[in-house]
């Protein structure tokens, strides 16, 4: 039983880590390029990377659903923790949910990116 309560446990670190992913693979598109140019690597290729633009909705639907699959668990669901567990630390639950919503930011900020990504190149 206390395995998987240890499974349930790593649930909002693992959708947050899969969000962030997905999130990742959304922007590749937009900001790749960028930071490709921003190193001084140039070249037609470059345009190239633009491949994974249809694959964009697809990425932001994932990302949004391990994000919802995390605050689910942070906020909606009862937790289920052993004594002995590592969250029955105090402040766990507090550090998780700080970790969780510094991560939606920072993946907010790639999935919009394409929209206020252009302000760079004014």
């Not at 391990?66 to 289920?80: G, S, V, W």
């Amino acid at each position: 039983m206390s395995d998987s309560s240890t499974t349930n446990n790593h649930t909002p670190v693992t959708t947050v880590i899969a969000a962030a992913l997905a999130a990742i693979g959304a922007s590749l598109c937009c900001i790749g390029p960028l930071v490709l140019l921003a190193l001084g690597i140039g070249g037609t290729w470059i345009s190239t990377l633009t491949a994974l633009e249809p694959y964009r909705p697809v990425f932001i639907g994932i990302t949004l659903l391990f994000l919802f699959l995390a605050f689910r668990k942070l906020y909606l669901l009862p937790r289920k923790c052993a004594p002995g567990d590592a969250c029955a630390l105090p402040g766990m639950l507090q550090r998780q949910r700080i970790i969780f919503w510094i991560v939606a930011l920072i993946l907010i900020a790639l999935l919009t990116f394409p929209y206020y990504g252009l302000l760079f190149f004014e």
